[in-house]
């Protein structure tokens, strides 16, 4: 883990904190990951910088071995969570795929507004949270995973993202690192 600095115009995109997603069991405890998120979103916002809230209300259309149900989704479960304080200035996103640039016009959002970097919170480490730094470092953005801000459903799939996929992505450390840097570059 090494995180190193962030460019001037970065952007925070929290993934999937939304009420069906946190009700899920998690390999960490949802109220320090939305803790977390939320100590982060206050930050950018004070900054004057992007905050992008993602929801997930559907999957991507495509045959796998694993079977997924996501057909009629209860009343509520896309609804963002309440704790990340939902500010007029955030943007909001709906994903029907794991990730968040996939037919969402994200990237176009961002790339108007200057954004070079992207900071990623929110469940899961190695679904959403995964994709959408793929998707962001393939499309040319600078990547920065707050580790302590994310969970995942087992331990194993968040470790694998963390110690494996992540540092090839981008770069990982805490909430209290993003914030020293975001507050440090601003001074």
Not at 156 to 170: E, M, N, Q, Y
Request: net charge negative; hydrophobic share 45%; proline share 4%.
């Amino acid at each position: 883990m090494a995180l190193t600095s962030l460019d001037p115009q970065t952007a925070l995109l929290i993934i999937d904190l939304q009420r069906g997603v946190v009700s899920l069991p998690l390999a960490h405890p949802v109220a320090e990951v939305v803790k977390n998120a939320r100590a982060l979103a206050d930050a950018f916002r004070a900054h004057r910088l992007p905050v992008v809230l993602v929801n997930v209300a559907g999957i991507a259309p495509g045959r796998t071995e694993q079977v997924r149900h996501l057909g009629n989704l209860p009343a509520g479960w896309t609804d963002l969570i309440p704790e990340l304080g939902r500010q007029a200035t955030d943007q909001c996103i709906t994903k029907y795929t794991s990730g968040a640039f996939a037919k969402t016009g994200l990237e176009e959002q961002l790339l108007s507004q200057g954004v070079t970097q992207v900071v990623l919170a929110g469940i899961s480490s190695s679904n959403g949270v995964e994709s959408t730094a793929r998707q962001a470092y393939e499309l040319g953005f600078h990547v920065t995973l707050a580790i302590d801000a994310m969970t995942d459903a087992g331990m194993d799939a968040h470790v694998h993202s963390l110690t494996k996929i992540f540092p090839r992505l981008g770069e990982s450390g805490t909430t209290q690192q993003v914030l020293n840097l975001l507050n440090s570059a601003r001074v």
